[in-house]
């Protein structure tokens, strides 16, 4: 069993930054992927930014360019750092743990909003 928390959101205006964490804890030795999710109401879960346990990453075009993920296998912790914030950015933001192909945990999510 993995658990992944999420910590770091709340209010920026826009053009701001805010870096978001995510700690994994439990059966950690496990995980290959980790990455981050947003969901606005009435909206699918969209995919922003992944990293594999070799620093691997892959990164949605929507948010290329101003976020970035990183990775310390050692805290088994994730980040994402987004600048140049934008009112569309505003959303709950969710980390996953993946391990093996098809066992995924989330965390609770993390409110992130920009005011413009």
């Known amino acids: 069993q993995v658990q992944v928390a999420e910590s770091g959101g709340g209010l920026v205006q826009a053009g701001g930054s805010l870096r978001l964490s995510c700690a994994a804890s439990g059966s950690t030795l496990s995980i290959t992927t980790m990455g981050w999710h947003r969901q606005v109401p009435g909206k699918q879960r969209e995919f922003i930014a992944a990293i594999g346990r070799g620093g691997t990453t892959n990164i949605a075009d929507s948010v290329k360019g101003r976020f970035t993920i990183s990775r310390d296998n050692v805290k088994n912790t994730v980040y994402l750092q987004m600048n140049s914030l934008k009112s569309e950015d505003t959303a709950v933001y969710y980390c996953?743990?993946?391990?093996?192909?098809?066992?995924?945990?989330w965390g609770q999510g993390t409110q992130v909003t920009v005011s413009s």
């Open positions: 996953y743990a993946r391990m093996g192909t098809t066992s995924v945990s």
